[in-house]
């Protein structure tokens, strides 16, 4: 057997969506094999972004103490592309440590969003999962519906507000879209600050919500239908998931939904006929390749009572808890979660580590 691949595993982050990155991230690394690879864990801390190097009992890492334990050495990148990796302070002193490549199991600023991509590049580490580019493309919801509807697939209207934006104009934009409509951050994941306005009443105090959350926001025309998503895997051949689709009972899905599915259902496969679920398969592969995904990505649509199928948004590290909708889509088509997470892995070595 050839040396065992050295893969930097990251959690946590300086994002709202810490926590939810933390449950990822313990069940993806329970799910690697030891005797194929040498899974190597970088913790960053929410508050402050500093990285750190971890040894510790990962059981402490889904409940918040691994930043705590006395296994925690503070880490940074090495910007010298002959090491690959990373420098950390051990009780010895100064270490390098190199790595065969990166494993981002973050969740929304600060690691899905191009950031961390772009280290990694300059750290000249690989990124199992979308490049820097895709994931800046994905997570601006506005630039990646214009890529989308420039290749003739259905989006949203929408219109951007900066911090500086006129009430007056931002009304009458709301009109044009009608109501109800969607007031989102334009860079932001798990439905954070994201309202659902009902009347123009709603408007401002929904917009200086979402402006806690990005310097840019959205006003988003509603479609009338229901969400489905689409786990896709791979870079050159594609494997697609089952469709699901989210049933609501109130409100939209936001984050509490997301979490708790307190008043929400998700259907897998989703309640559809076979070529509905054809034709949203195909229109997720197309916009994973458009916007330069690889690896792995979740791509949310919405179908409407007409059949039509309307672009929502790409996840480029979407949740990867046993219970969450990407791994739960793969499953209901045939792959544990062992073994997408190893197909994942495969994508990346192929045949080397046997």
Same mark, same amino acid.
């Given at each position: 057997? /050839?040396?065992?691949?050295?893969?930097?595993?990251?959690?946590?982050?300086?994002?709202?969506?810490?926590?939810?990155?933390?449950?990822?991230?313990?069940?993806?690394?329970?799910?690697?094999?030891?005797?194929?690879?040498?899974? =190597?864990?970088?913790?960053?801390?929410?508050?402050? @972004?500093?990285?750190?190097?971890?040894?510790?009992?990962?059981?402490?890492?889904?409940?918040?103490?691994?930043?705590? *334990?006395?296994?925690?050495?503070?880490?940074?990148?090495?910007?010298?592309?002959?090491? $690959?990796?990373?420098?950390?302070?051990?009780?010895?002193?100064?270490?390098?440590?190199?790595?065969?490549?990166?494993?981002? =199991?973050?969740?929304? %600023?600060?690691?899905?969003?191009?950031?961390? *991509?772009?280290?990694?590049?300059?750290?000249?580490?690989?990124?199992?999962?979308?490049?820097?580019?895709?994931?800046?493309?994905?997570?601006?919801?506005?630039?990646?519906?214009?890529?989308?509807?420039?290749?003739?697939?259905?989006?949203?209207?929408?219109?951007?507000?900066?911090?500086?934006?006129?009430?007056?104009?931002?009304?009458? $934009? &709301?009109?044009?879209?009608?109501?109800?409509?969607?007031?989102?951050?334009?860079?932001? #994941?798990?439905?954070?600050?994201?309202? %659902?306005?009902?009347?123009?009443?709603?408007?401002?105090?929904?917009?200086?919500?979402?402006?806690? $959350?990005?310097?840019?926001?959205?006003?988003?025309?509603?479609?009338? @239908?229901?969400? !489905?998503?689409?786990?896709?895997?791979?870079?050159?051949?594609?494997?697609?998931?089952?469709?699901?689709?989210? *049933?609501?009972?109130? #409100?939209?899905? /936001?984050?509490?939904?997301?979490?708790?599915?307190?008043?929400?259902?998700?259907?897998?496969?989703?309640?559809?006929?076979?070529?509905?679920?054809? *034709?949203?398969?195909?229109?997720?592969?197309?916009?994973?390749?458009?916007?330069?995904?690889?690896?792995? &990505?979740? !791509?949310?649509?919405?179908?409407?009572?007409?059949?039509?199928?309307?672009?929502?948004?790409? +996840?480029?590290?979407? @949740?990867?808890?046993?219970?969450?909708?990407?791994? +739960?889509?793969?499953?209901?088509?045939?792959?544990?979660?062992?073994?997408?997470?190893?197909?994942?892995?495969?994508?990346?070595?192929? /045949?080397?580590?046997?």
């Amino acid at each position: 057997m /050839n040396q065992l691949k050295k893969i930097a595993l990251f959690f946590g982050g300086c994002s709202t969506e810490y926590k939810v990155s933390l449950q990822s991230a313990y069940s993806v690394i329970k799910s690697i094999p030891a005797d194929l690879y040498h899974l =190597i864990l970088i913790g960053i801390d929410k508050e402050t @972004g500093e990285w750190f190097l971890y040894e510790g009992d990962i059981e402490e890492i889904p409940t918040g103490r691994w930043r705590m *334990q006395p296994e925690c050495m503070p880490a940074a990148p090495s910007m010298d592309r002959r090491i $690959h990796g990373l420098s950390y302070f051990s009780k010895t002193g100064p270490k390098t440590l190199s790595l065969d490549a990166a494993l981002p =199991i973050l969740h929304g %600023k600060n690691g899905e969003d191009g950031t961390l *991509q772009g280290v990694l590049h300059l750290m000249n580490v690989p990124v199992i999962g979308c490049d820097l580019l895709s994931s800046a493309l994905c997570m601006d919801k506005f630039l990646a519906h214009k890529i989308a509807a420039a290749e003739g697939i259905k989006t949203a209207e929408c219109v951007l507000l900066k911090k500086d934006f006129s009430v007056s104009e931002a009304k009458v $934009h &709301a009109a044009k879209l009608g109501f109800p409509l969607f007031v989102k951050p334009l860079r932001s #994941g798990s439905s954070f600050g994201i309202t %659902k306005v009902q009347k123009e009443s709603e408007l401002i105090p929904a917009i200086e919500q979402a402006f806690l $959350h990005d310097s840019t926001v959205m006003l988003e025309e509603m479609i009338a @239908g229901f969400e !489905v998503g689409c786990a896709v895997l791979g870079t050159e051949n594609l494997l697609t998931g089952e469709i699901d689709e989210i *049933q609501l009972s109130e #409100g939209f899905f /936001n984050y509490t939904e997301k979490y708790t599915l307190k008043t929400s259902q998700i259907h897998v496969p989703a309640r559809i006929s076979s070529d509905q679920a054809r *034709q949203i398969k195909e229109t997720a592969c197309r916009i994973y390749r458009l916007l330069g995904c690889s690896y792995f &990505a979740r !791509v949310d649509m919405f179908l409407t009572p007409e059949g039509d199928i309307y672009f929502n948004e790409v +996840n480029t590290i979407p @949740g990867f808890t046993s219970h969450s909708r990407y791994p +739960n889509m793969l499953k209901a088509a045939g792959l544990s979660f062992e073994e997408i997470i190893g197909r994942l892995l495969d994508e990346e070595f192929g /045949n080397e580590t046997v």
